[in-house]
């Protein structure tokens, strides 16, 4: 039976086409769905399913007359983005986004620097600059509404005994200090995180390219600029990322303090959405508010996602860096570039201090020792800054309510009683 030779070259090559969810999903989506399924069902129960309702409560509105839901689709977005005071909540959100963020980042990498050139007490002082953090956001809020009273503060005495202000300044009542206020509460509270971060990335730097640098002529201010900043750039990025989308969405802290006033300064978008929602019962409008800023904490999200998953494709790292990738490294260049231009005058102070000193043979001792004084002075503040409200709280809970009312001993119990925890251990529910 004769058989037919097969042709010695096929006319064109055909590729196998791959099925749909292979190529979704992997060679392995049949054994990776059995363990990825309980997490999908979680995450649709307990996160999409309250989202979507959310998202179809932003557009409803509820007939008071009637007491039905009607469905009005985009009405609530259209009449938002229209409202003057919707564009005044967005604007407070910004500001105090802004000014939180670049502030923090900027002590942050202060006390990361001071920290990690520190040779003595490292794991103390580390220890104190973080202690914001075990605090409550009630707490803060709290304390530091005691601190900025313009009548039994503990703020304006310092400032007027400096001659910085010549009258008790009322800082979260007066519409020019209120934003700057609430934001000095958010970069207390927030310190500790931009720290943490940073001292990590310094701690991974090898201390070979700094010895390298020094042998080649780089002070003290190249080897910041040319080793550090390009070293700290991804740590920076998403550190600066992830306080972003917090202090964005943050609310509890200036409800506390201001309630959103004076006058709409401090009320973000946050605050606007509660207002309408619970305040005023308009749960559709107050979600929209919710909502209307969604895309741009997702673009946010995005980023992050990209750089947390280290798990680049094949394909991707042919074709180069990915574009979240770039985006993330644009960042930390612009932030780092921000806060080298913030730094660059405390640094020219130090060099021209030391280029104004006589010159001898001990150049080099004393050159650290100036540097070991400015490290000095600049641990001395930040430790005043971040535990002065540990002392109000101390000094504040071991006076009378007379002491208090009256004034008497601002800063130091006259006399000390122990009043205020007899009352709260034997006199409340405590």
């Known amino acids: ?118 040779k003595r007490l490292r794991n103390v002082l580390t220890a104190l600059v973080l202690l914001p953090w075990i605090v409550p956001s009630v707490v803060q809020a709290l304390t530091w509404k005691s601190i900025l009273d313009p009548l039994f503060g503990g703020l304006n005495p310092i400032l007027q005994w400096f001659g910085l202000i010549d009258r008790s300044v009322a800082w979260l009542s007066e519409p020019g200090t209120a934003m700057a206020a609430v934001i000095a509460v958010n970069v207390w509270a927030g310190i500790p995180f931009f720290t943490v971060n940073i001292l990590a990335g310094l701690s991974s730097i ?47 802290t200036i409800w506390l303090l201001t309630h959103g006033g004076p006058g709409n300064i401090t009320k973000v978008y946050s605050i606007m959405a509660y207002q309408k929602a619970i305040g005023s019962l308009q749960f559709g409008p107050g979600t929209a508010v919710a909502f209307s800023l969604t895309p741009i904490l997702a673009g946010f999200i995005l980023l992050l996602s990209r750089y947390m998953r280290r798990d680049v494709s094949r394909e991707e790292m042919e074709m180069g860096t990915a574009w979240q990738d770039r985006v993330i490294d644009g960042i930390g260049w612009v932030i780092g570039l921000i806060g080298t231009v913030i730094a660059y005058p405390i640094m020219l102070v130090g060099t021209l201090i030391s280029r104004l000193l006589p010159k001898s043979s001990n150049s080099r001792k004393r050159d650290s020792a100036i540097g070991g004084l400015f490290r000095a002075i600049g641990m001395a503040l930040l430790l005043l800054f971040v535990l002065f409200p540990f002392y109000w709280i101390i000094i504040t809970s071991f006076k009378s309510d007379l002491q208090i009312s009256q004034r008497v001993g601002t800063y130091w119990p006259g006399p000390w009683t122990t009043e205020q925890c007899y009352a709260l251990f034997y006199e409340q529910p405590f």
């Open 1 to 118: 039976m004769a058989q037919t030779a097969a042709p010695l070259s096929a006319p064109y090559h055909v590729t196998p086409q791959r099925p749909l969810l292979r190529r979704i999903f992997g060679r392995d989506w049949k054994i990776a769905f059995v363990f990825i399924a309980p997490v999908v069902i979680l995450m649709t129960l307990f996160i999409a399913g309250p989202v979507i309702r959310a998202l179809y409560t932003s557009m409803t509105i509820k007939n008071m007359a009637t007491r039905e839901t009607v469905f009005v689709g985009f009405d609530n977005y259209v009449r938002l983005y229209a409202d003057p005071f919707y564009r005044q909540a967005v604007l407070a959100t910004v500001y105090y986004t802004l000014g939180s963020i670049s502030t923090k980042l900027l002590f942050g990498m202060c006390a990361a620097l001071l920290l990690h050139s520190q």
């Open 206 to 252: 090898d201390a070979e390219m700094y010895e390298a640098a020094e042998i080649d002529g780089a002070n003290v201010w190249q080897q910041f600029l040319h080793i550090t900043l390009p070293s700290l750039r991804y740590v920076i990025a998403v550190a600066t990322l992830l306080s972003t989308i917090w202090t964005f969405n943050g609310f509890e």
